[in-house]
């Protein structure tokens, strides 16, 4: 009898480590998969900050296939995941996430590549009841059904609380062997990577995905707002992720580093950008985003940045600014008062 192979959808958390973990114990041929959206760049902001410099900095989903002994093989869907975030047919969570529109998209590519490659079905890590609405036990069927993937679909974690599936039916999968875990608590994932001998893995806190994120929905929905139109690129959303964003007009919006990390990640973007950066004084890089600043935009700006620099108390600090054509001149302001930044133009 030939080996059978499923393809496990890898986060890089703990949940798809014990599920392809579990199937691979029953002598099947597990690869992974992990589909890159731009959202779920886990190690980015700590990778460049000051204050992360601590954490580990590792890919989770690479760190998991390691962890596994398997092949991963990791896809770009950058632009073919806009429709799912600019249009989910079934809305967004509590942010601008939109997790059953998501979970559908990438189990129907799943599903696409197990025909392509000649695999048998797929795993994922889902839990029944863990997160409010992609994993309620009623929308289980929805997300088989709409992604094609149907009863090849196995959910390993939590099998045993679902109706079998043609790899359980076949015996492909000793469905005894499955787990039975619901609910939000992690305990039992806990308890199984123990079993395992699993005592290093990421924390769960809505995924790597930054759409669960309050703040950086702001953002996102701050760029909608102001450009009249739900179109991104891969820059802008991983701009959101870096700086202090304030928006003192419609006109404009500045994105001002926080720390020398963030300086020379922003550093980076300098050429596609009006920028301010502090002379007299030490302090930030700002990106201006928006159209050719007027005089009373810029000094605004100039104003705004030199308050975030170590001149923020002096009557006068010296900045650079630079245009659309990299042309570059010298401003002289004085900084604003903390006072004179108003709550309205702080995004979240």
Same mark, same amino acid.
Not at 7 to 22: C, F, P, Q, T
Not at 256 to 261: N, V
Not at 317 to 340: G, M, N
């Given at each position: 009898?030939?080996?059978?192979?499923?393809?496990?959808?890898?986060?890089?958390?703990?949940?798809?480590?014990?599920?392809?973990?579990?199937?691979?114990?029953?002598?099947?041929?597990?690869?992974?998969?992990?589909?890159?959206?731009?959202?779920?760049?886990?190690?980015?902001?700590?990778?460049?900050?000051?204050?992360?410099?601590?954490?580990?900095?590792?890919?989770?989903?690479?760190?998991?296939?390691?962890?596994?002994? %398997? *092949?991963? @093989?990791?896809? /770009?869907?950058?632009?073919?995941?806009?429709? =799912?975030?600019?249009? +989910? $047919?079934?809305?967004?969570?509590?942010?601008?996430?939109?997790?059953?529109?998501?979970?559908?998209?990438?189990?129907?590519?799943?599903?696409?590549? %197990? *025909?392509? @490659?000649?695999? /048998?079905?797929?795993?994922?890590?889902?839990? =029944?009841?863990?997160? +409010? $609405?992609?994993?309620?036990?009623?929308?289980?069927?929805?997300?088989?059904?709409?992604?094609?993937?149907?009863?090849?679909?196995?959910?390993?974690?939590?099998?045993?609380?679902?109706?079998?599936?043609?790899?359980?039916?076949?015996?492909?999968?000793?469905?005894? $062997?499955?787990?039975?875990?619901?609910?939000?608590?992690?305990?039992?994932?806990?308890?199984?990577?123990?079993?395992?001998?699993?005592?290093?893995?990421?924390?769960?806190?809505?995924?790597?995905?930054?759409?669960?994120?309050?703040?950086?929905?702001?953002?996102?929905?701050?760029?909608?707002?102001?450009?009249?139109?739900?179109?991104?690129?891969?820059?802008?959303?991983?701009?959101?992720?870096?700086?202090?964003?304030?928006?003192?007009?419609?006109?404009?919006?500045?994105?001002?580093?926080?720390?020398?990390?963030?300086?020379?990640?922003?550093?980076?973007?300098?050429?596609?950008?009006?920028?301010?950066?502090?002379?007299?004084?030490?302090?930030?890089?700002?990106?201006?985003?928006?159209?050719?600043?007027?005089?009373?935009?810029?000094?605004?700006?100039?104003?705004?940045?030199?308050?975030?620099?170590?001149?923020?108390?002096?009557?006068?600090?010296?900045?650079?600014?630079?245009?659309?054509?990299?042309?570059?001149?010298?401003?002289?302001?004085?900084?604003?008062?903390?006072?004179?930044?108003?709550?309205?133009?702080?995004?979240?």
């Amino acid at each position: 009898m030939r080996v059978r192979r499923a393809v496990a959808l890898i986060s890089g958390g703990l949940d798809s480590l014990l599920a392809a973990r579990l199937i691979q114990q029953q002598d099947i041929e597990v690869e992974g998969i992990n589909f890159f959206t731009g959202f779920c760049v886990e190690g980015h902001t700590h990778a460049i900050r000051n204050r992360d410099q601590k954490r580990v900095k590792r890919n989770n989903a690479l760190w998991v296939a390691e962890q596994l002994g %398997i *092949k991963l @093989h990791i896809i /770009d869907i950058v632009e073919e995941y806009k429709d =799912v975030v600019i249009n +989910p $047919k079934h809305g967004y969570g509590a942010n601008l996430n939109p997790c059953l529109d998501c979970k559908v998209f990438m189990v129907h590519k799943a599903h696409e590549w %197990i *025909k392509q @490659h000649d695999f /048998d079905f797929i795993i994922t890590g889902e839990v =029944v009841g863990q997160r +409010p $609405k992609s994993q309620l036990k009623r929308l289980m069927p929805l997300i088989a059904a709409e992604s094609g993937a149907d009863d090849l679909l196995l959910r390993p974690l939590c099998a045993q609380n679902l109706p079998p599936t043609q790899p359980e039916l076949d015996g492909w999968v000793d469905r005894e $062997k499955l787990k039975d875990f619901s609910g939000r608590s992690r305990k039992p994932q806990i308890a199984l990577a123990k079993q395992f001998g699993f005592d290093d893995y990421a924390q769960p806190a809505g995924g790597c995905c930054f759409l669960t994120d309050q703040s950086y929905s702001v953002k996102l929905q701050d760029l909608w707002d102001n450009r009249g139109s739900r179109e991104y690129e891969l820059d802008d959303i991983m701009l959101l992720k870096v700086g202090r964003h304030i928006r003192p007009s419609k006109a404009f919006k500045l994105i001002i580093a926080r720390e020398e990390g963030e300086n020379n990640f922003l550093s980076g973007y300098k050429n596609q950008f009006q920028t301010i950066k502090t002379v007299s004084h030490a302090g930030p890089l700002a990106l201006v985003e928006g159209e050719q600043l007027n005089s009373e935009q810029l000094e605004l700006a100039c104003a705004i940045t030199a308050r975030y620099s170590k001149g923020r108390d002096a009557d006068s600090v010296e900045l650079c600014f630079s245009d659309h054509e990299q042309e570059s001149r010298s401003i002289q302001v004085k900084p604003l008062r903390a006072e004179q930044i108003k709550s309205d133009w702080i995004i979240l």
